[in-house]
């Protein structure tokens, strides 16, 4: 471990060497880029420090075994034990450090939150979850900006689309997507029964356009009238989008927004997300299928979470998790959840051997 964290410590120093170089600083796309691994690099560097001074004091204790003075030898057993123990511990740190990250996890990301299943409650349902993930969103300090909303017609919405954006959000987002669950009496339940309504989240990562290995004699545009709500939102022009990769067939549109550049940007997104889908499909294997099925897959269909008034409880399926304090995580109180999820995946990844 100690010569894996010494190759990262020299490349540490390299990109603390090319920061300063005038050329670096003055192309901002390579030093943004730099800086942003250079940051990435800091917490596992001091732990190299760390545990670099460890093993050596350990050294120093092992050699003191050695010395003739009975107080000396009972000095460094009782050291070295202790250095062992806080070793142990420092490697379990770093070797969660040292396991190779989505490059998808720093993304921004398009959010979708559609109602389901249970009429006008799932509407509610679906603002609940949009209002519980905006807190959270705030707690982060990340911005968001909502693309399309379609409001229920007794409050809620329909579905709602965002923009968010800030450090991470993707790879604090992504095992949000699938179906959550609520089980509760509606207020429009006059018997006091508890109904079960759904609600179906998407989270997509927002690619820029050189990400994606896709050419514009490639790309199909298609511009149709979106159906409304009739009446006065009945749309009159064009602004519907569809998108379709003519060599895989993949197609992707957007109704949205009744601007025909909003909805260019979230077909796009949905397309790039799809293409980029594929593209790592062929090259998945085994352990990454085994990770997925424990995360889930993200498609919408999966059942992921349960939000249980009665019993102020909220359970992820996926990992057997049941935490009963929904009172705090419908207020935007999701960190439990996610680093639960987070630790899951990263022992999964452990096991599967995919540390370095």
Known sequence: MLNQLEAIYARFLDIQEKLSDPEVVSDMKQFSKL??????????????HQYADLCSNISTSKEMLKDEDSDMRDMARDDLEEL?????????????????????????????????????????FAGDLLRMYTKFFESHKWKYEILSEN??????????????????????????????????????????????????????PKYEEAEIDIRKDELRTDTFRASGAGGQHVNKTESGVRFTHLPTGIVAESTDSRSQHKNREIALQRLYAKVKEAQANKNQDEQIQK?????????????IRTYNYPQNRVTDHRINLTLYSLDKIIEGDLRPVIEALQ??????????????
Do not use: C, W
């Open 343 to 356: 630790v899951a995946e990263n022992a999964e990844k452990m096991k599967s051997g995919e540390n370095i």
């Open 151 to 204: 409001e229920g017609s007794v409050g809620g919405y329909n579905k709602v689309v965002l923009e968010v954006i800030g450090n991470d959000v993707y790879g604090n987002l992504k095992f949000e997507s699938g179906a959550h669950r609520v089980q509760r009496v509606p207020k429009t339940e006059s018997q006091g029964r508890v109904h079960t309504s759904a609600a179906t989240v998407v989270v997509m």
């Open 84 to 124: 062992l123990k806080t070793k142990e511990k420092i490697e379990e740190n770093i070797k969660v450090l040292l396991i190779p990250k989505d490059p998808k996890d720093s993304k921004n990301v398009v959010f979708e939150i559609r109602s389901g299943t249970g009429g006008d409650e799932a509407s509610i």
């Open 291 to 303: 990770r997925k099925s424990l995360v889930g897959s993200g498609d919408r269909s999966d059942k």
């Open 35 to 48: 800086h942003k691994e250079y940051k990435d690099l800091q917490e596992i560097v001091d732990y190299y």
